[in-house]
């Protein structure tokens, strides 16, 4: 990147310049035809979310501690009327009638057909001709426009998303923007109108409608309607809670905390013609169940006048279910920062301006970077995940996670471990959630013989062993984390906090029947793993996670004066290196070495998940000599942490071409799945594994599948072995098929909804800039190549100018220690050594 388009990036995000800049960034725009499928997840991090559709409406009404896909609560319930939550305006030109629209695009064809007719919310209501999409996470914005309007209407959503800023990032709202600009050569009065029925009580699978309350409040400049449960909702049910419609702009304030009731459509219609009679509502009252609240602004815009009209949702609901367990009551910690719904708003409407300003800086010098367009779209986009339903945080303090999320409940529980160590978002971006979900996984889910139980269990304080069952690649992957969360924040109290089941962790590997039971450094034994099986015999995914588990235990125990442990781990680490060169590598890539258990008897206890399933001396469920697509995925971790090379460099690289020779598909149409469809037709995409020799009689079962996570790890393998067009083109293909027609791009799936693997795409950055820091060491590294690269280690964020000879680190949020600076295959310059804080900067010479 030039100079001078770096000063343009620094002045475009400075603090003097974004509080006059109400425009947000953009990184992708989908047109008509792409976005009735976009539905952009809007909630802050363990709070639950309401989602952007990409025709403007609300969706998903996700906020009672449990998913709640396509969920939209209904006035009284009606089927027929579809009456569910919107926003409108009404429009005033002079000399002529006055009209009123839904501020949304058109129905998309997926709701033509039912037998009532349209299926669509808020079918028969007039709404704008054209609607298009465009954001940039958490900034999401439909453009709607209409030739027979004065009008044009930016809909806008987003939640604050600060890196490093856990506090601000986990806020429960949703905050609306309404741009409304008068087109024509006369003034236009306007009134915008929020509808949404009072819901509580009933999360779009479990309860019912209730009659409950609902209230208009002013206080502070803050004016809304605030809803509340009635008596017949159990306070103690999850369903319980408070939430509130409210805004702050300038304008006539109008509201009704009830429609008056009325057969068939009638309670619409009376609505309706008090709206559009001059913009303004009159309130009523009524005894009907889920009323419905409204508020309404109504301003006038001059010729070629833009205003922004502000609506907050905010929400409060501390009861969570503890994995879906309805007797157990592991609660929100976001709510017990608050009374209820508006004390949120209270608390946080008026500092939305600087929030949203610190969330532009990110994700301005985010896209604004000289990392690969679509490297920047996969990680972004997947980073919404954590601010769904997939992940919460206990009323206790503890972050944990499902799988993925089903419409209506979670889909695998207990944080497992051997789907959560593919996720390299949470640690880069918010290290203090990171240190926490390791002391969930070491200070509570590892028992006195080291065996982590791969899901958790809920309470934590009595259940989380209790599962009882270990998972090879899961618990390796655990360790490699904690090494990661260790360097990246330098905090050797967190180090020393739980070295100790560390230890014990890597010691459980050579337990007798275990998995590497002759301490060779193989792992041989019963290896239950990601594909939901066990693995016998030497492999290379639990292999590479094996090696790459020893690496980072022999760093742990060297730096803590375990001389003795750190040259135990280093031995079998080398032993075990060699062997899977020389036993495993077949000269394109690796391969399992199958070695059936004798009988259920010589396999150790918590090491096999299904017993019936095991058919001594011919095993099932076996990956054999296939090419799996994320047999390097230990490597890939590996070059994240700075480790090195596990096995051969050459071998790596030629794995990450055979995989690409044999995985690719260019067209799915004659590929035959066996499993589950998350690409298939005319798609491109990477299979799970193929087989070009033997292939088992009954192969792992996902092995004709294509899942993203997976992909994403193969496309990075391939970054950080320079075979960047190969992960470009491998990254392009799941972004292709998540295009918002077909399906939605911030929701790449696999065993549920938002799946967490899924957030591997986050290193994609880092392997693309070479990025790596080491708070341990104050040292950063970064790619030689000339450009302005993002970066951020979970606690500080910012940009890097490399050019000829030269970086400059500038420092955009939080503080960066440093005592070297390493520019790839460059050199490495010491530092004296100096803290930045927000605004400083450092240049290196060369």
Not at 590 to 604: G, T
Not at 759 to 780: N, R
């Amino acid at each position: 990147m030039r100079l001078d388009k770096l000063r343009l990036l620094m002045l475009l995000f400075s603090s003097s310049i974004l509080a006059q800049n109400t425009d947000w960034p953009v990184l992708k725009s989908y047109d008509q035809y792409h976005t009735d499928r976009i539905a952009m997840p809007v909630g802050g991090i363990g709070t639950g979310t309401i989602s952007l559709t990409g025709r403007g409406a609300l969706e998903d009404w996700e906020i009672m501690s449990r998913p709640a896909k396509g969920f939209n609560p209904l006035y009284t319930g009606v089927e027929v009327i579809n009456r569910a939550p919107f926003f409108s305006i009404y429009l005033k030109e002079e000399n002529k009638e006055a009209q009123a629209l839904l501020l949304e695009g058109p129905v998309p064809i997926k709701y033509d057909e039912g037998f009532y007719g349209s299926k669509a919310p808020n079918h028969g209501l007039p709404r704008f001709n054209k609607a298009t999409f465009q954001t940039a996470y958490p900034f999401g914005q439909v453009l709607l426009s209409d030739e027979n309007l004065p009008v044009t209407v930016t809909v806008g959503a987003f939640n604050p998303l600060i890196p490093g800023n856990t506090a601000d990032s986990s806020l429960p709202m949703a905050i609306l923007s309404y741009k409304v600009k008068n087109t024509s050569d006369k003034p236009v009065t306007i009134s915008l109108a929020g509808n949404i029925p009072n819901f509580i009580g009933y999360d779009g699978k479990e309860g019912k409608p209730y009659q409950n309350i609902n209230t208009y409040k002013e206080e502070n400049g803050l004016k809304g309607i605030h809803f509340m449960a009635g008596e017949e909702v159990d306070r103690e049910s999850y369903q319980y809670g408070t939430f509130s419609l409210t805004t702050n702009s300038e304008g006539e304030i109008s509201y009704r905390t009830a429609w008056k009731p009325g057969d068939w459509g009638n309670s619409t219609l009376e609505f309706w013609d008090d709206y559009t009679d001059d913009g303004l509502l009159e309130e009523r009252t009524s005894e009907q169940k889920n009323n419905m609240g409204s508020l309404a602004v109504k301003t006038t815009l001059n010729p070629n006048q833009e205003k922004d009209i502000r609506f907050f949702i905010t929400w409060h609901f501390p009861n969570r279910p503890a994995w879906g367990n309805q007797k157990a009551n592991v609660g929100n910690y976001y709510a017990t920062q608050y009374a209820d719904s508006w004390e949120v708003a209270q608390k946080h409407i008026n500092r939305i301006p600087e929030l949203e300003q610190q969330t532009q800086s990110f994700v301005g010098a985010f896209i604004g970077s000289d990392i690969p367009e679509i490297v920047k779209e996969a990680a972004l986009f997947n980073l919404a995940h954590f601010r769904t339903q997939l992940a919460f945080k206990t009323k206790s303090g503890y972050y944990l996670g499902w799988e993925g999320i089903k419409d209506n409940d979670g889909s695998g529980t207990g944080t497992c471990t051997h789907v959560w160590n593919y996720e390299q978002t949470i640690p880069f971006l918010f290290g203090d959630i990171a240190q926490n979900m390791r002391e969930v996984e070491f200070g509570f889910a590892t028992d006195e013989n080291g065996l982590m139980s791969y899901r958790i269990h809920l309470p934590l304080e009595t259940k989380a062993t209790s599962f009882g069952l270990a998972a090879a690649d899961g618990q390796m992957g655990s360790i490699m984390k904690y090494y990661r969360e260790w360097q990246l924040s330098g905090d050797e109290d967190f180090l020393k906090k739980n070295w100790k089941n560390v230890k014990k962790a890597m010691e459980f590997c050579w337990i007798p029947k275990g998995w590497d039971p002759d301490k060779d450094g193989v792992m041989e034994g019963s290896q239950h793993n990601t594909m939901d099986v066990e693995y016998f015999g030497p492999n290379p995914q639990m292999g590479l996670w094996y090696l790459g588990a020893l690496r980072a235990t022999e760093e742990m125990a060297s730096y803590l004066g375990d001389e003795k442990f750190a040259k135990t781990c280093r031995s079998l680490y080398e032993n075990g290196s060699k062997y899977m060169d020389e036993n495993l590598f077949n000269g394109e890539y690796y391969i399992q070495e199958i070695v059936p258990p004798k009988h259920l008897d010589s396999i150790a206890k918590g090491l096999i998940r299904v017993k019936r399933r095991l058919v001594p001396n011919d095993p099932q469920y076996q990956l054999g000599e296939g090419v799996l697509v994320d047999q390097l995925v230990g490597q890939v971790m590996a070059h994240i942490l700075d480790l090195g090379y596990l096995v051969n460099k050459d071998n790596i690289k030629k794995t990450n071409e055979s995989i690409l020779k044999y995985n690719y598909r260019e067209n799915l149409m004659k590929h035959p799945n066996f499993m589950r469809s998350y690409a298939y037709g005319n798609e491109s995409a990477l299979l799970m594994a193929h087989y070009p020799k033997d292939r088992p009689k009954q192969p792992f079962p996902y092995f004709t599948e294509v899942m993203t996570g997976f992909e994403h790890t193969a496309a990075v393998a391939m970054m950080y072995e320079g075979q960047t067009e190969n992960a470009l083109r491998t990254i392009q293909d799941i972004r292709n098929r998540y295009d918002g027609k077909k399906r939605n791009p911030f929701n790449e799936a696999e065993y549920g909804h938002h799946y967490a693997r899924s957030m591997m795409a986050w290193a994609g950055v880092l392997a693309s800039t070479e990025f790596h820091y080491s708070g341990v060491e104050k040292a950063m590294r970064f790619t030689s190549k000339p450009g302005t690269y993002f970066w951020s280690n979970g606690y500080s964020w910012g940009t890097c100018e490399v050019k000829k000879g030269q970086a400059k680190i500038n420092v955009l949020f939080g503080q960066l220690e440093l005592k070297s600076f390493t520019l790839q295959n460059i050199g490495k310059k010491k530092l004296k050594a100096k803290t930045m804080s927000k605004g400083e900067s450092l240049t290196v010479d060369f």
